[in-house]
């Protein structure tokens, strides 16, 4: 009865390489989100959808994309990966006005 | 940037209430007040929110001034489960607005 679940829960890649992290919710929300959490646990927001369009972003690089096949997902896709993109990613959902649930998060490490 | 200034940390005997201060003296009138936590390595976790008004719910109690320049978190029966950073957001009256999260407060519980 997981709330909202990302896959992988680690992912361990080399500099360059261009790799995906998967968000579902099962709450029926409509608004789904992806946040950045660094290495001094600054956790900062990157983008957000509402019913697969996307309503906010958080001057991320190109090479972060993502992509919200049906308002239950909502995937990241980062291209040419980069040291300083290690972190842990955390996707979370929720309904307009209403709190946010947070997935378990991924934790990136770019070698 | 967060509008929120919280002390880096506080610790409380398991079983006493945990009393946690916040500032907000920037707030606007159509802000909310939100608290999250995160368990160590977990994603952040929904406990309460509020506008002017005390707040009380299963977890915590919600107590903000009049002025709504401050507030302070009540768990009132603090145990050691509850050793989290606490982070206290104030959040725009929007549909799908933000979280912009502070570095919060680690409350330690110690037995």
């Known amino acids: 009865d997981t709330a909202v679940s990302q896959t992988p829960k680690y992912l361990v890649t080399q500099m360059g390489n261009d790799k995906s992290i998967k968000c579902e919710q099962n709450?029926?929300?409509?608004?789904m989100y992806w946040y950045k959490q660094d290495s001094k646990k600054f956790l900062k927001i990157m983008f957000s959808?509402?019913?697969?369009?996307?309503?906010i972003n958080e001057t991320v690089p190109n090479r972060f994309s993502p992509k919200s096949p049906d308002k239950a997902h909502l995937n990241l896709h980062i291209n040419s990966l980069e040291l300083g993109d290690s972190a842990v990613y955390f996707c979370?959902?929720?309904?307009?006005?209403?709190?946010?649930?947070f997935g378990p998060g991924t934790r990136l490490t770019v070698l | 940037d967060a509008k929120t200034t919280q002390p880096p940390s506080m610790d409380c005997a398991e079983g006493r209430a945990a009393n946690l201060p916040c500032n907000h003296s920037t707030i606007s009138g159509n802000e909310y007040v939100y608290w999250y936590r995160q368990i160590h390595s977990q994603g952040p976790q929904y406990i309460i929110h509020?506008?002017?008004n005390n707040e009380t719910n299963e977890m915590a109690s919600l107590i903000i001034t009049e002025d709504r320049k401050s507030s302070t978190l009540i768990l009132p029966h603090a145990t050691l489960r509850d050793t989290a950073v606490y982070y206290c957001i104030v959040r725009e009256a929007g549909a799908n607005s933000k979280l912009t999260f502070g570095k919060g407060i680690t409350l330690s519980v110690r037995p």
């Open positions: 509020g506008l002017k």
């Open positions: 959808y509402n019913n697969k369009e996307l309503i």
């Open positions: 709450l029926g929300h409509d608004t």
């Open positions: 979370a959902s929720s309904q307009p006005y209403n709190e946010q649930f």
